[in-house]
């Protein structure tokens, strides 16, 4: 792969990781919910998640989709269905206390990795990515397009979750807290729209 198209797959990589969706939305939410370190292996399982997903799009789910066009539309409304539940979920948290940080818990490394699996968006950017920059699916390409998602996602979206920290310090009541969640569950479920465009 030639360090122009590796300078382009990276601004790519950049402009979607880094772009609100519901990762990232999620990482916000969970970052003013329970803070930067606890929210350390959300980001990492989305991280990684998405990156091993790339390689697995890249080596052969591309062609399943080909062969079974009924099982991209059966994976859209599985991952619809799970992000409308998981909206309702962050709009309705537990307000701040000591018990609800007790019984509050963050997404897991597994739990974010697998997450990637129903992700509307990150399914558009693992499939764009294969077929604009490894377009012959040759594992070499395919191994060059995730690592450079692996790169460039780490720090994208550990911007969100600080910014959701940072947003710790004015969530410091019970009603700002239920607005703001119930505000990331409304984006999360707005996020959706170009989904259910296609």
């Given at each position: 792969m030639s360090i122009e198209l590796i300078a382009a797959l990276?601004?790519?990589?950049?402009?979607?990781?880094?772009?609100?969706?519901?990762?990232?939305?999620?990482?916000?939410?969970?970052?003013?919910?329970?803070?930067?370190?606890?929210t350390i292996p959300h980001m990492l399982g989305v991280a990684l998640g998405f990156t091993f997903m790339v390689v697995m799009v890249g080596i052969g789910l591309m062609q399943l989709f080909d062969v079974f066009p009924l099982s991209y539309t059966i994976l859209k409304v599985l991952s619809v269905s799970y992000l409308v539940y998981l909206a309702y979920r962050i709009a309705t948290a537990a307000p701040p206390s000591s018990d609800a940080n007790a019984r509050g818990k963050p997404f897991t490394f597994f739990q974010a990795a697998l997450f990637q699996w129903v992700n509307p968006k990150a399914w558009t950017m693992a499939l764009t990515a294969i077929a604009v920059y490894s377009p012959s699916r040759e594992l070499s390409a395919v191994v060059w397009v995730a690592l450079v998602f692996g790169v460039v996602n780490l720090p994208s979206v550990s911007i969100w979750t600080v910014l959701g920290q940072q947003l710790r310090k004015w969530l410091n009541s019970h009603r700002r807290l239920q607005v703001f969640n119930v505000s990331m569950g409304a984006l999360l479920l707005g996020s959706l729209y170009p989904v259910l465009l296609t």
């Open positions: 990276a601004a790519f990589a950049l402009v979607s990781s880094i772009t609100p969706g519901p990762n990232n939305l999620m990482l916000m939410a969970s970052g003013a919910n329970f803070g930067f370190q606890r």
